[in-house]
């Protein structure tokens, strides 16, 4: 999904934004709430547990005062979180799987690894959030297993080449408790909407299986060539 797709998408539905988090920021320049914070000034709580990338965002948002910078990683517990880092993809050790682990077959090397400070997510949700987008690389339900706002709009990490979310059925049964529904998806995220905030046409749900049938059919052919060369 491109940066400002979240944005263009929102303001065609005419959607209410004035507080936007992002968790999981890693660059700033690409930021999936970059458009609302530098074009609308929205105010924006980023969440971001690597330490360079904490100064990296710091940098480029020098000049925004509607910036909320929170240097942790989101978790189940308050306490201290390994993480490994892969290229672009930074996840906590202690997860089932990761898109590095099962895309790349990556395997955890101790020299990828460091540890940070973690946090629940009611620590943070100051129960006002308006649009929210986690990608945390399989660590997306505990953000949702402690929000306390509930977003018109949320997109998450769910999916990716042969990628599943490990905690994919926990985030289907509370988008379903709390009546939310898939908008619309890209090759990696679903993005969700809180019934009754906009209307969804014909062609958006027609668009939507059509996405559904070629995200099914890229992972089964994934699958199959891993299956090849192994």
């Given at each position: 999904m491109?940066?400002n797709e979240l944005?263009k998408?929102?303001?065609y539905?005419?959607?209410r ?12 320049e ?12 929205t ?6 547990p690597?330490p ?6 710091k940098?480029?948002?020098a ?13 189940d ?8 880092q892969r ?13 590095a ?5 990556y395997?955890v090397?101790?020299?990828?690894t460091?540890?940070?400070e973690?946090?629940r997510f ?8 308006d649009l929210l987008h986690?990608d ?6 505990f953000v949702l297993?402690y929000?306390k706002?509930r977003?018109?709009?949320i997109s ?13 059925p926990?985030?289907l049964d509370?988008?379903?408790r709390?009546?939310y529904q898939r908008w619309?998806i890209?090759?990696?995220?679903s993005?969700?909407?809180k019934?009754g905030a906009?209307?969804?046409t014909g062609w958006?749900?027609l668009?939507?299986?059509f ?5 099914t059919?890229?992972k089964?052919r994934k699958g ?5 060369t192994?």
């Amino acid at each position: 999904m491109s940066s400002n797709e979240l944005y263009k998408r929102s303001r065609y539905k005419k959607i209410r934004v004035s507080h936007v988090c992002e968790i999981g920021v890693f660059m700033p320049e690409r930021s999936n709430v970059l458009d609302f914070i530098t074009k609308d000034g929205t105010r924006a709580t980023l969440v971001e547990p690597d330490p360079d990338r904490i100064l990296a965002i710091k940098k480029f948002f020098a000049g925004f005062p509607n910036i909320l910078l929170v240097p942790y990683a989101i978790y189940d517990y308050n306490g201290v979180l390994e993480l490994a880092q892969r290229g672009e993809s930074t996840f906590a050790t202690a997860l089932p799987f990761s898109p590095a682990v099962v895309n790349d077959r990556y395997q955890v090397r101790k020299e990828d690894t460091f540890s940070v400070e973690c946090k629940r997510f009611d620590e943070v949700d100051d129960g006002a959030i308006d649009l929210l987008h986690i990608d945390t690389e399989g660590c997306e339900w505990f953000v949702l297993k402690y929000l306390k706002s509930r977003p018109g709009v949320i997109s998450l990490e769910t999916h990716g080449k042969t990628y599943s979310n490990p905690y994919l059925p926990e985030i289907l049964d509370w988008m379903a408790r709390n009546n939310y529904q898939r908008w619309y998806i890209s090759k990696s995220d679903s993005v969700y909407y809180k019934q009754g905030a906009f209307r969804v046409t014909g062609w958006e749900k027609l668009r939507l299986k059509f996405m559904d049938a070629y995200i099914t059919f890229r992972k089964f052919r994934k699958g199959m060539g891993k299956g090849t060369t192994s």
